[in-house]
Nanobody, 124 residues
Framework: QVELVESGGGLVQAGGSLSLSCGASGRTFSGRAMGWFRQAPGKEREFVAAISWTSYSTSYAASVKGRFTISRDNAKNTVYLQMNSLKPEDTAVYYC?????????????????WGQGTQVTVSS
């Protein structure tokens, strides 16, 4: 029942950059890995990136590796997704999620709280 809030979505041209953030009040993310997922029109929700509680480990989908960077600031209780070299195929609703464990995972079922999503649209 924890409410996560994403922000930073919008419209950007191919090759451009966009930065997403996700936060909540209190120490909501304490001891938890955090992840970003996305769902494009007509497609299933897919894993994008995840980061461990202390940022010792990160995981990225092959489609975004080298272009996206996930980070977190635990003092601010905020998770970020820096997206560079955006492509039209990156167009999707992006969701922030809280993991059930300290370590990152690509498995959607290992997350127990989700934001409402923020729309990212990349034009060609």
């Amino acid at each position: 029942q924890v409410e996560l809030v994403e922000s930073g979505g919008g419209l950007v041209q191919a090759g451009g950059s966009l930065s997403l953030s996700c936060g909540a009040s209190g120490r909501t993310f304490s001891g938890r890995a955090m992840g970003w997922f996305r769902q494009a029109p007509g497609k299933e929700r897919e894993f994008v990136a995840a980061i461990s509680w202390t940022s010792y480990s990160t995981s990225y989908a092959a489609s975004v590796k080298g272009r996206f960077t996930i980070s977190r600031d635990n003092a601010k209780n905020t998770v970020y997704l820096q997206m560079n070299s955006l492509k039209p195929e990156d167009t999707a609703v992006y969701y922030c999620a809280r993991g059930t464990l300290i370590a990152p995972t690509t498995q959607e079922e290992r997350y127990d709280s989700w934001g409402q999503g923020t729309q990212v649209t990349v034009s060609s």
